[in-house]
T-cell receptor
Framework: NAGVMQNPRHLVRRRGQEARLRCSPM?????VYWYRQLPEEGLKFMVY????????ESGMPKERFSAEFPKEGPSILRIQQVVRGDSAAYFC????????????FGPGTRLTVT | GDSVTQMEGPVTLSEEAFLTINCTYT??????LFWYVQYPGEGLQLLLK?????DKGSNKGFEATYRKETTSFHLEKGSVQVSDSAVYFC??????????FGRGTSLIVHP
């Protein structure tokens, strides 16, 4: 059973460009979470999605950030007009539809804004 | 709201030493509790979990007991190895189904 897949693993963008991060959850998992991690800091929750629904986006900045989890295909985290402060590691996690919501993490996408 | 407090690191130990990483939490109701481990350059991996009071989670020699009376979930290992060097995160999931993570504790094990 393949784990959570994220791509790209590393992404370099110039200020003002768009960054698009992809996440494919584990097979059978219908819940996807996105987190941001800055150096020497913990994980910051951004958004929780189920197929075609945003369940909770309380951790996501109101501007420039958006997320989706379409019926078919991976979940996408989109950052428009990136700024240097967006440089971080972005992790996706999935969890099964029932149970105790343990998280299975992908390897992360390391975004660098130059 | 829910919160998780972990001891600050880094924790530096010699190989075969005893490990304790403290974790306390604040939550309404009866959350599920988790420990995750992150190796350099990788995502977090679930290490162990406990879903109700007095449950003991264990995996790879690590243990943690869900203590409702002290709202704690301390991570322990009797004899650490160099390969255990990583960052350890305590987390809870309560009624909102949104996990709350601690800030992480870095463990460095010297040969």
């Amino acid at each position: 059973n393949a784990g959570v897949m994220q791509n790209p693993r590393h992404l370099v963008r110039r200020r003002g460009q768009e960054a698009r991060l992809r996440c494919s959850p584990m097979k059978g998992h219908s819940h996807v979470y996105w987190y941001r991690q800055l150096p020497e800091e913990g994980l910051k929750f951004m958004v929780y999605l189920q197929k075609e629904n945003i369940i909770d986006e309380s951790g996501m900045p109101k501007e420039r950030f958006s997320a989706e989890f379409p019926k078919e295909g991976p979940s996408i985290l989109r950052i428009q007009q990136v700024v240097r402060g967006d440089s971080a590691a972005y992790f996706c996690a999935s969890s099964p539809p029932t149970g105790y919501y343990e998280q299975y993490f992908g390897p992360g996408t390391r975004l660098t804004v130059t | 709201g829910d919160s998780v407090t972990q001891m600050e690191g880094p924790v530096t130990l010699s190989e075969e030493a005893f490990l304790t990483i403290n974790c306390t939490y604040t939550a309404t109701g009866y959350p599920s509790l988790f420990w995750y481990v992150q190796y350099p350059g990788e995502g977090l991996q679930l290490l162990l979990k406990a879903t109700k009071a007095d449950d003991k989670g264990s995996n790879k020699g690590f243990e943690a007991t869900y203590r409702k009376e002290t709202t704690s979930f301390h991570l322990e290992k009797g004899s650490v190895q160099v390969s255990d060097s990583a960052v350890y995160f305590c987390a809870l999931v309560g009624g909102s189904y949104i996990p709350t993570f601690g800030r992480g504790t870095s463990l460095i094990v010297h040969p």
